[in-house]
């Protein structure tokens, strides 16, 4: 049951204090969000000739006084249009100036002497109010739907400022001036601020009331001027969008190559996928995935390599499925035969983890171009091959990843594997291996870092000229059925 004032005393005393109407809702403790909706600015029950000039509130500096009217409303309501987010639902949250904290404060202790009733009261807090009176009508003047932070991906948030806030707040150095010599010091570990919501919460309930009453207005004053409606930040979670990727040059790494900060390469599978991503959902930036990555110089065919893009705070959410059809339309002709993408769909952040799990879980398969440096290469050998399951390979990390990865030995399988000679010293390897395995090195044997190997089970030395990854067995994510023209054959 709601805990209320309502003496006549308690009454007198909260109007004596020049609290505004929802105000003193508020400190009564009424949590009826129809009372807040209901009471309108005068103009709109009055003629302007009757509107009495109300003093700006103690308590929320004319925050639901001022910005609660239509005409505040509407400036919202412009800003919020012109960030142009097609989502259809919305949450309403408000940034507050500090000094805030500090009238509250002084406003319970106030209370708390003059009426002994206001113990039992729960006080409304002011962004609770603000989103009761103005939240709906926001949503609908946008036409969208209203609904609470926990479950919505677009927030809006309306920051409030007011012009004494910093003079307000500076009494609090008075009264914990070893607190804010702390602060100047390690300015990195508060990032540089003085005044902190959860700071001056922290320092007001180690205040003692003689020590606030001698620094601070008790109760507070009206403030000289209003707080004021400053702008709008729009934010809207990451989507994601997933598909399948093939790539058909030697001469293109799957993400930007940078060495000591200079490219290596012009261009990657990542940037000429996310750009059209980005530039169609209208996101400033994006994060690329993909279940493993080729060499620069493999191809990677068949279905082609999954992958996922991440992208923060896009204003474009929702597509039909022509719109995904034309963006991997896009990709692809900007990709210029480099690269081609299949299955673009959007997907929920909780299917990355088939990425993740494919990882280890899946397996590959493989067709290398492989040459004999030295000895006779016998078909028994080759044909022999193709008997040999399961195999478990011991690999310590090649030479050539070193220096950004682990020295480590790893176990890695390869399932299977059959050869077919070209000529006298060229033959095709393909295998199906365990994730993770390094190709390369089973064929030539990194020095005999990788055994056995492509060397050891000929018994001649060998040399890799070519690697394809055929297929990525990972069934995720789903297949699209496309009817579009540029449509790539599996190979």
């Known amino acids: 049951m709601e805990a209320i004032i309502e003496t006549s005393d308690g009454d007198s005393v909260l109007q004596s204090l020049g609290l505004c109407k929802l105000c003193f809702l508020r400190y009564t403790g009424v949590r009826k969000t129809q009372e807040y909706c209901s009471i309108n600015d005068c103009e709109a029950d009055e003629p302007p000739t009757k509107c009495r000039k109300e003093d700006t509130c103690v308590a929320c500096l004319g925050l639901l006084q001022h910005l609660t009217k239509d005409s505040e409303i509407k400036h919202i309501v412009e800003d919020l249009s012109k960030a142009n987010y097609d989502s259809p639902v919305i949450t309403c949250a408000v940034s507050l100036p500090i000094a805030l904290q500090i009238r509250a404060h002084s406003i319970e202790l106030f209370l708390s002497e003059k009426l002994a009733s206001f113990e039992r009261v729960k006080v409304v807090p002011i962004k609770e109010a603000w989103k009761w009176a103005c939240s709906q009508r926001i949503a609908s003047a946008v036409n969208k739907e209203s609904c609470s932070g926990a479950t919505c991906d677009f927030l809006v948030n309306i920051n409030v400022e007011y012009s004494q806030d910093l003079k307000e707040c500076s009494a609090l150095e008075q009264v914990h001036s070893l607190k804010f010599e702390e602060r100047r010091k390690q300015k990195r570990k508060f990032h540089g601020q003085l005044f902190t919501r959860q700071g001056v919460e922290g320092m007001l309930n180690s205040t003692t009331k003689e020590e606030f009453v001698s620094k601070f207005d008790y109760p507070p004053t009206a403030p000289p001027e209003p707080a004021f409606y400053n702008g709008v930040q729009c934010s809207h979670n990451a989507i994601f969008i997933a598909g399948r990727y093939n790539k058909f040059s030697r001469g293109l790494s799957q993400t930007p190559w940078l060495v000591e900060g200079e490219r290596r390469m012009e261009g990657s599978v990542q940037e000429l996928i996310s750009k059209v991503l980005e530039e169609h959902c209208n996101s400033k930036n994006s994060k690329f995935v993909a279940s493993g990555r080729e060499d620069v110089d493999v191809r990677t065919l068949g279905r082609g390599r999954p992958f996922a893009v991440e992208l923060p705070d896009p204003h474009k959410t929702f597509f039909d499925p022509s719109e995904l059809v034309s963006m991997q339309k896009l990709i692809n002709e900007g990709g210029r035969g480099l690269i081609h993408v299949r299955d673009l769909q959007r997907i929920h952040k909780d299917e990355l983890v088939h990425l993740k799990m494919g990882e280890e879980s ?130």
Request: aromatic fraction near 6%; charged fraction near 25%.
């Open 362 to 491: 899946k397996s590959k398969s493989y067709e290398a171009y492989c040459v004999c440096l030295e000895g006779e290469l016998l078909d028994e050998k080759l044909d022999a091959l193709s008997n040999i399951k399961n195999l478990v390979l011991e690999q310590k990390t090649p030479i050539r990843v070193l220096h950004r990865r682990p020295l480590a030995t790893r176990n890695r399988t390869v399932l299977q594997m059959s050869a077919t000679r070209v000529d006298d010293k060229f033959f095709k390897l393909c295998l199906e291996t365990q994730a993770g395995t390094y190709v390369k090195e089973f064929v030539h044997g990194d020095f005999g870092r990788t055994n056995p190997n492509m060397c050891t089970l000929l018994g001649v030395s060998v040399d890799i000229l070519a690697l394809d990854v055929k297929q990525v067995f990972l069934d995720w994510p789903k297949c699209i059925i496309s009817t579009d023209s540029d449509s790539v054959p599996v190979c």
